[in-house]
């Protein structure tokens, strides 16, 4: 992933939280990487800068198409804004195109772009395939587990641990 525009306004330290409101994160969320060592799992994020109107239309679409995009904004990572959100130890992942992902009314969750799930379709099947157990006195092992999710352009990430990431600004 490459950086398209730089912007020149001033970023603010942020802080950011699953199940939090995260608006200053804006309407759209790049994931820039995903790495996975030794069962931990780092995910660099970034906001977005607008593009100039019209601009970044492929020559090579058809014309109908090229008339809509010249209309359109387009949208770009951000390299003052990025950040690195790592799960020390997770227990199970999944990353989805977020061109195949609907709506579910089952699952219950709260933050934005960033959300802490209270019930999930993928927790219910984590628990169905794992041997992760909760005791009848309502303890879990290893610890509680909770879902997190991240709703970003073409990404869609669902992570469930029994600790809390970290998350940082960082600099490109």
Known sequence: MFFKKKTNKNIEAVNLEFGGNNDYLGKFVFVLNIEDVD?????ILSGYVEGEKGTGVDE????ALKEILKESTPIYPNEDDVY????????IYQVRNESYCSWDDYNIRKGNRLYIYEKSKFLDYFK?????CQSDDGDYYPGEWIHYGIDAEDHVIDIISHEKPIIKKISK
């Open 39 to 43: 069962n931990e799992l780092k995910i």
């Open 60 to 63: 090579e679409c058809n014309e």
């Open 84 to 91: 690195e959100i790592v799960f020390p130890s997770y227990i």
């Open 128 to 132: 169905s395939v794992t041997d992760c």
